[in-house]
């Protein structure tokens, strides 16, 4: 069974931090890669972070420096620690599994909603 639970999101004054957690069945979190994207009121979906199978991690630009992905393999779990928070980075966050490497993300969670208040 595939599926993808998240959690973590809330509301935040800038500057502050927020830790999301997508909790994965086994099956999933065997994937190639496991991603983090975002999507803000009025815009299409972004990149945010993703961790492969192999440990590497991938950020996009808006966001380096100031988020870090990490996963636990015994939990099943993957975290996206979000610090410096601003008010750009308001959006609806939902992890993903891209379950191999030829694939792009074929499953996605239902979204935990972050809002940063300025």
């Known amino acids: 069974q595939v599926s993808l639970v998240e959690s973590g999101g809330g509301l935040v004054q800038a500057g502050g931090s927020l830790r999301l957690s997508c909790a994965a069945s086994?099956?999933?979190?065997?994937?190639?890669?496991m991603g983090w994207f975002r999507r803000a009121p009025g815009k299409e979906r972004e990149f945010v972070a993703s961790?492969?199978?192999?440990?590497?991690?991938y950020y996009a630009d808006s966001v380096k420096g100031r988020f870090t992905i990490t996963s636990d393999s015994a939990k099943n779990m993957v975290y996206l620690q979000m610090n410096s928070l601003k008010p750009e980075d308001t959006a609806d966050y939902y992890c993903?599994?891209?379950?191999?490497?030829?694939?792009?993300?074929?499953?996605w969670g239902q979204g935990t909603q972050v809002t940063v208040s300025s």
């Open positions: 993903a599994a891209q379950t191999d490497w030829f694939k792009t993300y074929d499953y």
């Open positions: 086994a099956r999933t979190f065997s994937s190639y890669a």
């Open positions: 961790i492969r199978r192999s440990g590497a991690t």
